[in-house]
């Protein structure tokens, strides 16, 4: 199995790559946390809230989500098409560009190199040229190593995979196209850039990659093939259409803003096809979910994403978003989808999938550790979400009340210290995670997998037949 | 033999050229073709206005290297939460903008129509040297690196000095704005709705 050698050493210094971005990136989150309730802590200028804000924000979408979900869909690819990578240098490539963005976009934003505050899209043109040419490199790897698959039939994780990196790079030269950078045409394309990033790269990617990690993790196929399938093209309709809720009542199209109401209604389609394939493919197995810190972050993700993407198509709503917009309401909710969701899709299958590939430390030594990580991030976001959501409510409930802006302030201050707290925990989570992430690194010299492949594998509809 | 469901699992070029196209085509009719249509009507709305005063544009770029549009709108609604800050945005107001900053939070006030509603040079120098000297509730950043501290004599020709209290700065020193705390204020004193 020697000539699996690269593939794996690539996977694992990709993963490893995000989780070091990860501890980063939820440093400068605490940070800016710890900000909002104590402005005189750190007053520098190369340190000061609007300068480090799209730091955290770029650090973990595009740090350690992108990155992580790029060395997964490897993983994913790899395994289900029964081959090494198509081409590892180019995977190192894509990964050394990657890399060079994120440095270059950190240091960039903390000089005050900047495109202004226009969420997700921060970085200036060169910077972002770089992560899209090292996602195009993993893009055109994996879509060669598919075509040269050693089965007949691609399993459906690849679908999502091949579609994120197709929709990613078209979505990112749409939001750094220029003439777009005055008037109400800029609102239009922030608007579908910022929503599209979500749910046209990390939402497909995650579900994806946990069409393949949850049913290795349970050994038994998924619950149905034909529910993932619905998922997947309803998505590509519906979460396209939505971006302009983020501009609701302004003088956007009042077309546009009503489509994205109306579609992210319609987005109950295709996450309810997902949360139910995930739940009914967990139940029966409770023995594995009991012992498996991997099902556990699975299962909290599934929950999150339903409730989330409920809460989300909400918020979209006309009445509903006067109050909620522009308060920390949308803030808990962005934590919540982004790490809750996605993040735990993320943990829960590097937990399932990395073990079993580099197949050097027995995956019950990391189990405790993993619970741990998975305690403090629970907590963490919990705590996160709940303390935000009411202090979004109760900016919204003053504001409505016509009480001055600065009622709002004040009201919030508890609230502000309990979200530095829970993401203090969700961070030190993250350093329990880099460890065991750094424990399962690959030996030098590698030993063909200690694991074989067992039961049966979910390539195809045709195994989808009941044992 | 060539339908969607083959295609789905036997196919990956073909998969991918069609479920980026339909996304192409999607993000046209959501997103460029109503953007293509606005930009039209931008460049009527702007054609024979005055280019900005170069002050007001050095003013934006600290406004937006600084991030302050992470916490502050320009964006009000046609709601009553939001009469306080002017009448409801106009396509417009957005028209003259490079890019425009209307946020998604409010962390701190909506700044549509804030050269109306503060249009004093001193409290915005003294608001942006440390804003706890103006509201002691406020959580925004102090941007005191916009100006210079020097003792309390040399600065007798300047223009614009700034007396604190000992809670924000030592006994006996003041401080005078640099260039770049004119422009940003000049910038957010041009902040008017028409």
């Known amino acids: 199995m020697d000539h699996e050698t690269p593939t794996v050493r690539l996977i694992y210094m990709t993963l490893l790559s995000a989780a ?119 893009g055109w790897n994996l879509l060669q190593t598919l075509i040269h698959r050693r089965v007949e039939e691609m399993y459906i994780s690849n679908a999502f995979i091949l579609g994120g990196f197709v929709w990613l790079p ?116 409770w023995a594995v979910i009991r012992r498996e810190p991997a099902a556990w972050f699975i299962l909290a993700g599934t929950i999150n994403y339903g409730l989330a993407s409920l809460q989300g198509s909400l918020q979209a709503l006309r009445d509903f978003s006067q109050i909620t917009h522009f308060t920390h309401y949308t803030v808990a909710h962005a934590h919540w989808a982004a790490y809750g969701f996605a993040s735990f899709f993320v943990f829960g299958a590097v937990y399932a999938l990395l073990p079993r590939l580099t197949a050097v430390v027995d995956r019950a030594t990391i189990r405790p550790y993993a619970a741990w990580h998975f305690r403090f991030a629970l907590a963490g976001i919990t705590i996160y979400f709940v303390s935000m959501t009411i202090s979004g409510t109760v900016q919204g409930m003053r504001w409505s009340a016509g009480l001055p802006f600065v009622a709002s302030l004040d009201g919030v201050s508890p609230y502000m210290f309990a979200r530095a707290i829970g993401g203090g925990l969700m961070a030190a989570s993250h350093f329990i995670f880099l460890w065991c992430v750094w424990q399962l690194r690959p030996a030098w010299q590698l030993r063909p997998a200690a694991e074989p492949a067992r039961g049966p594998i979910p390539v195809g509809p045709e195994t989808q037949a009941p044992e | 033999m060539f339908s969607l469901n083959y295609i789905f ?116 120098f003294l608001h942006l040297y440390n804003p706890r000297s103006m509201v002691p509730e406020s959580i925004m950043p102090s941007f005191a690196w916009y100006f210079k501290i020097v003792d309390g004599a040399e600065a007798a020709d300047q223009p614009w000095v700034l007396s604190l209290s000992e809670d924000f700065i030592p006994a006996g020193k003041v401080a005078i704005p640099t260039q770049e705390a004119i422009d940003l204020v000049t910038y957010l004193r041009s902040l008017k709705q028409e």
């Open chain 1, 20 to 138: 070091v971005w990860l501890a980063l990136a939820s440093l400068y989150g605490v940070t800016i946390a710890v900000k909002l309730w104590m402005p005189e802590f750190l007053p520098y200028e190369f340190a000061s809230f609007g300068r480090l804000r799209p730091i955290h924000t770029g650090g973990v979408l595009l740090g350690w989500l992108t990155l992580a979900l790029v060395g997964l869909a490897i993983l994913v690819v790899y395994r289900t098409s029964r081959r090494p990578i198509w081409s590892p240098r180019l995977g190192w490539i894509g990964l050394g560009l990657m890399n060079a963005a994120l440095i270059a976009g950190t240091v960039t934003l903390h000089l005050g190199i900047t495109r202004g505050p226009l969420e997700y899209r921060e970085w200036v043109t060169p910077v972002a040229v770089l992560m899209a040419a090292g996602i195009l490199c993993h």
């Open chain 1, 170 to 285: 078209t979505l990112y030269v749409i939001a750094y196209l220029p003439g777009f950078d005055r008037g109400v045409e800029h609102m239009v394309i922030q608007g579908y850039y910022m929503h599209v990033i979500l749910g046209l790269w990390f939402t497909p990617m995650a579900i994806g990659i946990t069409y393949w990690s949850l049913p290795r993790l349970l050994q038994k196929p998924i619950y149905s093939y034909s529910l993932g399938v619905v998922a997947f093209w309803s998505n590509l309709v519906f979460y396209t259409m939505i971006g302009a809720h983020h501009f609701v009542l302004s003088p956007t199209p009042w077309w546009l803003q009503s489509i994205a109401v109306l579609l992210g209604v319609g987005m109950m389609i295709p996450v309810w096809s997902t949360v139910f394939n995930f739940s009914f493919t967990m139940v029966g197995s």
């Open chain 2, 9 to 124: 699992h036997r196919r990956p070029v073909a998969l991918t050229v069609i479920v980026g196209l339909v996304f192409a085509g999607l993000s046209w009719i959501i997103a460029l073709q109503p953007a293509l249509e606005l930009r039209e009507a931008t460049r009527a709305m702007i054609a024979g206005r005055a280019p900005l005063d170069p002050s007001v544009q050095r003013g934006k770029a600290i406004y937006l290297r600084e991030g302050c549009g992470y916490c502050h709108s320009q964006f009000v609604r046609p709601t009553l939460i939001d009469m306080p800050y002017g009448r409801a945005s106009r396509a417009e107001d957005y028209a003259g903008q490079q890019p425009p900053v209307p946020g998604t939070q409010r962390t701190g006030p909506d700044l549509s129509n804030v050269g109306v509603r503060q249009p004093s040079w001193m409290w915005q």
